[in-house]
């Protein structure tokens, strides 16, 4: 996020787009709520009618995947209507004029025409984001799991950079991160194409500082991301070690992702329960679980904070940290020498041009937002006050492109999957826990009820969901939250393996899925009720 | 005593002291360290004054005023606690005490689950100076297995109805009725499970008597031993959600917001609040696994399984490359966790080849 978690108490409009908040992240929303409260006005875009939906002033229920439209249309009118921040522009970004230019052809009606949002709502929308004294742009995945991924994130960034809504309270664009620690894992350095803290491995200072820190030459050019690694393995990946994930629920296309795993020679997983993805080990090593390991995880807004052990760990399980460590001394490796989460913290933090300001001792109680250059220094709540990292914003020309794959003759139905309030992801940790199967048993199709009908589907029976990689069969639940033409489930369910469905493409610069579009066939199981 | 009050003064037990416009007295008070005690007071609220123990003396005012709602104004002359003052409160809280006869409530009900018995002692109040009628009715019918209904203690203060309110925007819970006949309900008054109840616990944490209660953790009341707790960062989400791990000897017992974790402010979600326990659940990973021959996950030591695991990577990078290993970090361990990964990989390697699971 470029503004604190406290700063969405502050804005005077919220923009919400790709983000279904009160249920992936409950307490954040909570402070959108208050915001409400005190005034703010709420544009909700989501193709489902989600709670922020409901609460909304405008509502913009666009189609699965068509974002840029939506928001080259925002970006034409607010431009029409002269509602840019011309100093803002001209002081602090670069290629507005093309942009500008570029937007002139994408009228609310043109955008109506690919993304369904009536053309008034579109300009009811960008008036009040473009009026907005303190307007902040909050999104998670349903911006950036698309092939278009970039391309979206680069619209809203349009949109901030046009408006100037950026570097204050209360605005801002904030992408709320999913898990607990998935910000921290970027920022260590466990990417193919940085070193810890976001230094990029092809520049040469980098390479001589981390040839000189690890004692090792290294490779003069960024790795390949994990989509690629499980398209070569068997081929050119023949050993992997995985640490906490389960690679074979969460990740798209199922058969691919076993068939990948399968292929390895080498296979180590570590993680604190058996799962689908150790059942494709060679070797798996117990973890030490939260709740009885020390170290830190950052969150949503770049906040480091101390994770600490309240009980023993389980049976014999131990520290990633440490599992890891020992595993690259046994293969011979030179300088793994730790003893503690604390002796490496310390080095991240020492390598780190984020963390460079902090240690152990000093991020003991949480106060900390990267990036902290220098010791003593206070953290950096809010990005981008004085000026941006590389000097201008960039204004990016952006043009809408379909989804990989579109509805057609067999597959005439929108999927799109997301999280639910009481599950978290795989349920390796959700359904473990006492009572959560009380308000979230199972799986379900959320269909709405018009289609329900139109389809020959039974409130509470079951369907067949197909795509051209596979299928499901699902219980079906009429409801209203999905528009005509869409249907919804999460992956939550082992028993209800949706990811067999998803996975025709990916973003071409960030290898993200497009896990929130997949077109399907929907039909009913007979002699179910 | 200051004769010439400044315009943002007033005079506080027989001192000057400044406030900021529209700070209430008893936020004035509590910056100076005064113990104005409270039932229906949580900071993080708007003021109610419905408990009116927060009483002070006001020099002009003919009769106590409640603290918590009357804004400091320049020149007051303020005493929190006379002879008179505590008397008074004395009497409150044990019209209070009349329709709450239990005080020996486990503090796993609730993080504020103590403060009513606190108060009974600290002014060594009786429960049965007044014959009153109890007002709420416990709503055992309601099987959930995170919330306890337990009307019998409620004290209407109507904490957990402003908490669902206006910390929560949930609105799930309301008030029905007045006076003794007060309940505590929902729309319909149904279940919660069927009303806008997300179960993310505030109205059990905020409630000064132990009558919303946390029904998982007080499946230990009757463990042995101190409770201990220990501050840490919830295990769901990006939000990082301050939280204290609540635990007796080596069991968690259950998990209680952090009233000043930057992140919430004492909010948490039902994930937070109530899924912590698959950390101590039976089917954890508590020995390495190696695959056999006959192609099973069988038992081993730490001293085989690092050893095969290490036997593993050395052999690929021997015969296909130090480019045929990949290390693949998490989203969901300590940050030391995926440092070492990608540290493995780039100082043991000598790659880049090495991701986490954020592109899914």
């Not at chain 1, 004294?133 to 619209?155: M, P, W």
């Not at chain 1, 040839?211 to 393995?233: C, Q, S, W």
């Not at chain 2, 309940?183 to 993310?200: A, H, M, N, R, Y």
Request: charged share 25%; with cysteine; net charge negative.
């Amino acid at each position: 996020m470029s503004n604190p978690l406290k700063d969405m108490e502050k804005p005077d409009v919220i923009f919400c787009i790709g983000t279904n908040m009160t249920e992936a992240h409950p307490v954040a929303a909570t402070r959108i709520k208050k915001a409400l409260r005190n005034g703010a006005k709420l544009i909700t875009a989501d193709p489902r009618r989600i709670r922020l939906a409901k609460m909304a002033d405008i509502y913009l229920p666009l189609r699965v995947g068509s974002d840029t439209a939506l928001l080259l249309g925002m970006a034409h009118v607010i431009a029409r209507e002269g509602l840019i921040d011309k100093a803002f522009m001209d002081a602090r970004t670069t290629g507005g004029e093309a942009f500008l230019e570029h937007v002139k052809q994408f009228t609310p009606q043109w955008a109506e025409s690919i993304c369904g949002v009536p053309a008034e709502k579109i300009e009811q929308a960008a008036v009040l984001y473009g009026k907005a004294e303190k307007g902040a742009i909050f999104y998670t995945l349903g911006i950036t799991e698309h092939i278009c991924g970039v391309d979206n994130v680069q619209s809203l960034c349009n949109l901030v950079l046009m408006t100037g809504n950026v570097g204050r309270e209360g605005t801002g664009i904030n992408p709320m991160r999913g898990q607990n620690n998935i910000q921290g894992a970027g920022d260590s350095g466990a990417i193919p194409n940085n070193y810890v803290g976001f230094q990029p491995v092809e520049d040469p200072a980098n390479q001589a500082k981390f040839a000189e820190a690890y004692g090792r030459t290294v490779d003069l050019e960024r790795g390949i991301t994990k989509v690629t690694a499980l398209d070569l393995a068997g081929d050119k990946i023949q050993a992997m070690l995985i640490d906490g994930e389960n690679t074979v629920v969460t990740d798209p296309d199922r058969k691919h992702c076993e068939k990948a795993l399968r292929a390895l020679e080498h296979l180590v997983v570590i993680d604190i329960f058996r799962n689908e993805t150790t059942e494709f080990a060679d070797v798996v090593l117990p973890a030490t679980s939260w709740g009885e390991t020390e170290g830190h995880f950052t969150n949503t807004e770049r906040r480091i904070q101390r994770i600490r052990a309240a009980v023993p760990p389980a049976g014999q399980s131990k520290p990633d940290w440490w599992i890891i460590n020992e595993i690259a001394r046994r293969i011979g490796f030179q300088g793994f020498d730790f003893e503690s989460a604390r002796d490496v913290f310390n080095e991240l933090c020492e390598l780190s041009a984020t963390y460079k300001g902090i240690n152990w001792d000093i991020a003991e109680k949480g106060q900390h937002q990267w990036p902290i250059p220098y010791e003593g220094h206070p953290g950096t709540p809010r990005l981008h006050e004085e000026g941006f990292k590389n000097g201008r914003g960039v204004f990016k020309i952006i043009n809408y492109r379909d989804p990989a794959e579109v509805v057609s003759e067999a597959f005439p139905i929108w999927l799109t999957t997301g999280r639910r309030l009481e599950s978290y992801h795989s349920r390796t940790q959700t359904g473990r826990a006492h009572g959560i199967d009380y308000l979230l048993p199972e799986e379900v199709l959320e269909v709405h009820p018009d289609d329900v009908a139109s389809w020959g589907l039974t409130d509470g029976g079951t369907a067949r969901m197909s795509s051209s990689r596979g299928h499901v069969d699902i219980k079906v639940q009429a409801n209203p939250r999905s528009p005509r033409g869409t249907v919804f489930a999460s992956f939550c369910f082992n028993d209800t393996p949706v990811n067999i469905l998803t996975g025709g493409g990916y973003d071409p610069v960030t290898h993200t899925a497009e896990l929130k579009v997949c077109p399907v066939a929907v039909t009913p199981v007979s002699g179910s009720s | 005593m200051t004769k010439n009050p400044t315009e943002f003064s007033l005079t506080l037990d027989g001192k000057t002291v400044n406030f900021t416009p529209g700070e209430t007295l008893y936020e004035v008070a509590q910056r100076h360290q005064k113990d104005i005690p409270t039932l229906c007071y949580d900071p993080r609220l708007e003021s109610f004054g419905g408990c009116r123990l927060c009483v002070v003396r006001l020099e002009g005012a003919k009769n106590p005023v409640a603290s918590c709602t009357t804004r400091a104004e320049a020149g007051m002359v303020v005493h929190t606690s006379t002879p008179d003052i505590e008397t008074h409160r004395k009497t409150l809280l044990e019209m209070v005490l009349s329709e709450n006869r239990e005080l020996e409530v486990s503090p796993l009900r609730g993080y504020a689950s103590q403060e009513l018995t606190e108060l009974s002692e600290r002014y060594q109040a009786r429960t049965g100076r007044f014959e009153g009628k109890q007002s709420g009715e416990s709503r055992i019918d309601d099987t959930n297995p995170f919330i306890l209904r337990d009307y019998d203690l409620c004290i209407s203060c109507y904490r957990c109805v402003r908490v669902c309110a206006e910390e929560e925007g949930d609105y799930a819970i309301s008030v029905m009725n007045r006076g003794f006949e007060t309940q505590i309900t929902t729309e319909f008054g149904g279940l919660l499970k069927d009303s806008d109840c997300t179960f993310c616990g505030q109205c059990v944490q905020t409630c000064p008597t132990g009558a919303l209660a946390d029904k998982k953790a007080m499946r230990y009341s009757e463990t042995p031993g101190e409770i201990i707790k220990t501050r840490s960062i919830c295990t769901y989400c990006g939000v990082g959600c301050s939280v204290d791990i609540m635990t007796k000897g080596e069991q968690i017992v259950g998990l209680q917001p952090a009233m000043d974790g930057p992140a919430n402010e004492g909010a948490l979600c039902i994930k937070g609040q109530f899924a912590y326990d698959f950390v101590q659940h039976e089917d954890r990973l508590t020995t390495p696994l190696v695959r056999g021959d006959d192609g099973e996950l069988h038992e081993a030591t730490w001293e085989e399984a690092l050893d095969k695991a290490a036997d593993g990577f050395k052999r690929v990078m021997r015969i296909h490359g130090r480019h045929a290993v990949y290390g693949v970090a998490s989203g969901r361990t300590p940050i030391e966790g995926d440092y070492m990964m990608q540290r493995f990989i780039r100082a043991g390697f000598g790659t880049n080849y090495i991701d986490n699971c954020s592109r899914a």
